[in-house]
């Protein structure tokens, strides 16, 4: 499956096409995202399995956005039954929570390298002291003090690496079909193949997201539909979908246009 590189201005272009497709509907997408948010806060203050579960779904929800952002795109209503049509429809749901598996996966690994990073710095220093009288916090500390800016690297690039991989996995498997770990191999390559776009557009998130928790957190009510629509519009343009290229996704009692690539 192939894709092509865009401009870096595109980075910030993504954005202003995002809201395009919001605006038009904006308390449905704001619905879309405080039920969202609603799930994953909800599951996450369970104890032991919540985490697990959010995870797990979580790709499955993203995928619901981005069906939400085809719709829009295509003029259609946007409603809170897309949030949940992926993980409902059997084609898609499998995939989607093996997706969120190996998202957890990926973050048990770094979660392991940081342990592992901040056991040897902690054990550096308790050598260092030449005294085993350190309190727990205080060997904690030193640990995190300890790894330095090489281990902090360490743990953005996986971060990174991550991200990249996970940017455009959940259209992929959605929309394209692809299987859940060719959809992260082939998004962590097509990120890299647009750094720059990707960067540009990392930038400005990081701006508008601090701007928008100055009213209390408020503004990621409108500006969380926005990145989502701006990422579906990512995802068509870096693998050039055509917009006439769609089939039938047959729900019960419903049907949705999904591209067929």
């Known amino acids: 499956m192939n894709f092509k590189t865009v401009d870096a201005g595109r980075g ?6 995002g809201w395009n497709l919001v605006k038009g509907q904006l308390g449905a997408w704001i619905l879309l995202v405080i039920v969202y948010l609603v799930i994953e806060v909800v599951l996450q203050i369970i104890p032991f399995v919540g985490g697990i579960v959010a995870a797990l779904i979580s790709p499955g929800l993203v995928a619901g956005m981005f069906l939400a952002a085809r719709y829009a795109d295509e003029s259609k209503t946007v409603d809170l039954n897309l949030l949940f049509q992926p993980l409902m429809e059997q084609r898609t749901r499998g995939p989607l929570l093996t997706l969120g598996a190996m998202a ?7 979660a392991l390298v940081l342990m592992a990073m901040i056991g040897g710095a902690m054990g550096g220093a308790s050598l260092a002291e030449n005294s085993t009288s350190m309190s727990a916090d205080a060997m904690l500390a030193s640990g995190m003090l300890g790894m330095g800016f090489g281990g902090m690297l360490v743990i953005l690039l996986l971060v990174a690496v991550y991200s990249m991989a996970m940017w455009f996995a959940a259209p992929l498997v959605l929309f394209a079909g692809v299987a859940p770990f060719d959809a992260m191999k082939l998004s962590f390559k097509a990120v890299l193949a647009n750094w720059l776009p990707a960067l540009v557009f990392g930038l400005v998130v990081l701006v508008l997201g601090f701007i928008a928790a100055i009213p209390l957190l408020l503004g990621w009510l409108l500006l969380m539909p926005v990145l989502f629509a701006a990422m579906y519009v990512s995802y068509k343009e870096v693998f050039d979908v055509p917009d006439e290229d769609t089939v039938v996704m047959e729900q019960p009692g419903m049907a949705s246009s999904v591209m067929k690539m």
């Open 104 to 110: 957890i996966v990926f973050s048990i690994l770094i």
């Open 12 to 17: 910030v272009g993504w954005i202003g096409d």
